[in-house]
């Protein structure tokens, strides 16, 4: 009997290194990489800008219009863990035919798997693998957020595709936007060819075979947010 005992503990503690080996295996990439070429803009925030202040930037009515409950429930995190994440960049991405998701790329230097858990609702599936990697369900109020993370970089979208999206770019299961260099903080990209997935959505169904494939071609441009004159 306690050898049976010792036989099952040595198997879970195989299963738990070659795990863990798997998750320290992936390469470890600038931030840009986990940008799925889906994507249609990337807003780069100023350096002073995270999710507490965010409210206050001259775009702020731009991401309410795009989705504002995000930007809401992930400023409604412990100050103790929004002030340890730095927060690089929203992406816009098409999670569907009909809706667009951010997808909000940080860096932090904690761990989402020591306060996830604080999020998870009781009897459910709060978190599941994707690639040797864990996407959590982080339950803020009524909205749910998906978490993850690889090396420092968190991700949290409303998209579960958006999420499994970045993870794959990073991985090299699927092409990256392609930036040659990170953005500078305070710039607003375009991503020109593939504006047809973003546009789609506001045509009407019939229309949409003629819209698909019309920005082939065109390359990524670039303009910086600058404060207004007022003063």
């Known amino acids: 009997m306690p050898l049976k005992q010792r036989?099952?503990?040595?198997?879970i503690t195989f299963f738990f290194i070659v795990s863990f080996l798997g998750c320290s295996s992936i390469?470890?990439?600038?931030?840009?990489?986990?940008?799925p070429a889906e994507s249609s803009f990337i807003i780069?925030?100023?350096?002073?800008?995270?999710?507490?202040?965010?409210?206050?930037?001259?775009?702020?009515?731009?991401?309410?219009?795009?989705?504002?409950?995000?930007?809401?429930?992930?400023?409604?995190?412990?100050?103790?863990?929004?002030?340890?994440?730095d927060l690089k960049a929203m992406v816009l991405y098409p999670a569907s035919s009909t809706k667009s998701e951010f997808i909000w790329l940080t860096e932090a230097e904690g761990n989402l798997d020591d306060f996830a858990y604080n999020y998870y609702e009781p009897f459910e599936q709060n978190y599941y693998s994707f690639n040797s990697l864990t996407i959590h369900k982080i339950h803020l109020n009524d909205y749910l957020i998906y978490g993850a993370q690889v090396h420092n970089w968190l991700i949290f979208s409303e998209s579960s595709l958006a999420v499994e999206s970045t993870l794959r770019s990073y991985l090299g299961m699927a092409d990256p936007v392609g930036l040659l260099n990170e953005p500078s903080p305070g710039q607003l990209i375009v991503n020109s060819g593939k504006l047809?997935?973003?546009?789609?959505?506001?045509?009407?169904?019939?229309?949409?075979?003629?819209?698909m494939g019309s920005t082939d071609g065109f390359t990524p441009s670039s303009m910086r947010f600058e404060p207004s004159e007022e003063e």
Do not use: C, H, M
């Open 196 to 211: 047809d997935a973003w546009t789609q959505q506001f045509i009407a169904v019939g229309y949409r075979p003629n819209v």
């Open 7 to 11: 036989s099952i503990g040595e198997i």
């Open 27 to 35: 390469q470890e990439k600038n931030w840009i990489d986990l940008i």
């Open 44 to 85: 780069v925030p100023k350096a002073d800008v995270n999710f507490q202040n965010i409210g206050n930037v001259e775009y702020a009515s731009i991401l309410d219009d795009l989705t504002p409950s995000a930007v809401l429930q992930l400023a409604t995190l412990p100050d103790s863990i929004l002030q340890s994440i």
